[in-house]
């Protein structure tokens, strides 16, 4: 394939917004799901894991709705079509559904060391997917700033001190890695639909045609949980969870995929477990290790050398992946 024909990661998907800004939505979108992890801990001290997932979900359909109806339409390009159902629907499913409920799944059948660990690799599958079925590539040193990043998360995990290859963990792992793929082909997947509709009309209506399936996966454990539902605090992290976790932050994700690419945004992601760290310090008591502390380093410099590298008007070295014959 000629180098001037390929999709480049480099390359915004739009010249007019500033290359600062997918950065800061992805950022923050690291930010308000680190800050998450804490409060849903203490959540689901108290409530069942899909009863809690479901009603914060409703909160998220109902705010991204909100905002979506007042949200002027996109304007297509020239001989763009809109969105098809046929293209929206599989998204959906797979990303707001079938995800989260796997992810529900693996999580109370493995530990959380492995958890994170697991996890730590979706920038790998999102930029081998994104390589093979986006036609986005790196460039050499963005390859090496991914991989001391994920060097960075796999530190950081390792501290927890329950990583486990123990076979009792067997399924929650492989839960875990299937949701991990799932996530990441749902990424690369996202992008090109996002030159159709606007990242925020995309989160409200893929919200919206999964929640049915986290209410049946709930169902059954409503009564058990109505106690635990009177309480004001415990409702205050359903709101904080709903509306920015699962609600604001998907829009603000898909907005830094359509910008910075699919690669690129989940790498970004390996901030989630180092503000978790800090917010459990201040939320929980819970204390930071200097290990945590060290793979905390090791992730901040993996992206601040992959971003220079996408920012650069022309790669440092030749691509770590290229599709030239």
Not at 257 to 286: C, D, K, M, T
Not at 313 to 325: F, N, Q, W
Request: charged content about 10%; proline content about 5%.
């Amino acid at each position: 394939m000629n180098q001037s024909t390929e999709k480049n990661e480099l390359e915004p998907a739009n010249g007019g917004i500033s290359t600062y800004l997918p950065d800061i939505a992805l950022v923050s979108v690291s930010l308000i799901w680190g800050i998450n992890i804490p409060f849903m801990k203490i959540a689901l001290d108290h409530l069942d894991d899909y009863v809690f997932n479901a009603v914060r979900l409703c909160v998220s359909a109902a705010a991204l709705v909100v905002f979506a109806l007042r949200e002027k339409p996109l304007q297509l390009a020239q001989g763009e079509r809109p969105l098809s159902w046929a293209q929206l629907i599989p998204y959906a499913v797979f990303i707001a559904g079938i995800y989260q409920v796997l992810f529900l799944m693996g999580v109370s059948r493995t530990t959380s060391g492995n958890t994170a660990l697991i996890i730590a690799t979706v920038p790998l599958w999102t930029a081998i997917i994104a390589y093979f079925f986006g036609g986005e590539k790196l460039p050499f040193w963005a390859c090496i700033g991914l991989l001391i990043a994920l060097l960075g998360t796999v530190v950081v995990a390792f501290q927890k001190g329950d990583v486990t290859v123990s076979g009792q963990h067997s399924l929650g792992n492989a839960l875990v890695v299937v949701a991990a793929i799932i996530w990441a082909a749902g990424t690369v997947y996202s992008r090109p639909l996002l030159k159709r509709i606007s990242p925020l009309r995309l989160s409200a209506l893929s919200v919206v045609i999964a929640l049915p399936i986290h209410l049946f996966v709930a169902y059954g454990r409503y009564s058990e949980n109505l106690e635990p539902l009177k309480s004001v605090n415990l409702w205050m992290i359903i709101i904080f969870s709903g509306m920015l976790s699962s609600g604001l932050a998907l829009p603000m994700w898909s907005f830094g995929v359509r910008q910075a690419g699919a690669a690129h945004a989940s790498v970004v992601q390996n901030l989630v477990p180092l503000v978790a760290i800090v917010a459990a310090f201040f939320v929980r008591g819970e204390a930071i290790s200097l290990g945590q502390i060290g793979g905390g380093v090791l992730i901040l410099g993996g992206l601040s050398l992959m971003r220079s590298a996408r920012v650069l008007p022309k790669p440092l070295s030749e691509p770590c992946v290229s599709t030239d014959g």
